[in-house]
């Protein structure tokens, strides 16, 4: 017994760790992003379901590109990409999500780190430059931990669990890292998922960094 109450006091301080740092916010952040967010979740309960929601208001309303213009000095760069230029890369979209969260006291966090090529050599060594570099968004969840999510346009659907798993079929014994690869190759070649679902090799070298 006392075993069991040192692991859920233990538990609940992890809690409260993840939720001072992760929702915390700066003081002068615009008031309107919290409202957009707000709007977008509001007929919502689950933070499931709000998170996805965020997620998928990001995909839909703006617009992927590697050279946008500048943020103008005295304006709030997650405010000008929601609701003026609305056209960025992934630490605009990243960013943008993780700190809507936050505004809605979920805890997230922004991660930055390279998504692997598809292709590799016969020695299963991978080429990564600067082109692989990527941003995402880590959600926590009580019970699960932090979970993946990706509001960015052109990755849409290369990360989640949910989009990834549910194009396999039901009984399907692949890990999940070996999903994401099958997943990722089969979406280069513009193909559905492979028939042959056999454990891709060297599994550790297939996850995001």
Request: glycine fraction near 4%; proline fraction near 6%; hydrophobic fraction near 30%.
């Amino acid at each position: 017994l006392s075993q069991r109450i040192e692991r859920i006091e233990a538990l609940n301080k992890n809690s409260k760790e993840v939720y001072g740092i992760y929702t915390s916010l700066p003081s002068d952040l615009p008031p309107r992003i919290g409202e957009l967010a707000r709007e977008i979740t509001k007929d919502l309960k689950t933070r499931y379901e709000k998170t996805t929601a965020i997620e998928k208001y990001l995909r839909e309303n703006h617009a992927y590109t590697l050279t946008p213009d500048y943020v103008p000095v005295d304006r709030d760069f997650i405010d000008y990409f929601l609701f003026d230029k609305k056209e960025g890369y992934c630490t605009y979209y990243a960013t943008s999500m993780a700190v809507m969260l936050r505004t809605l006291g979920i805890p997230a966090r922004y991660v930055e780190g390279y998504v692997l090529p598809p292709e590799h050599t016969a020695d299963n060594v991978y080429t990564v430059t600067n082109n692989n570099a990527h941003a995402w968004v880590e959600v926590y969840f009580e019970g699960f931990g932090w979970l993946v999510f990706e509001p960015t346009t052109i990755y849409a659907g290369t990360m989640d669990y949910k989009t990834v798993s549910q194009s396999f079929p039901a009984g399907t014994s692949l890990s999940y890292l070996d999903m994401i690869e099958h997943y990722r190759q089969s979406q280069s070649s513009g193909q559905s998922v492979p028939v042959d679902l056999t454990p891709v090799q060297d599994t550790e070298k297939n996850n995001h960094l």
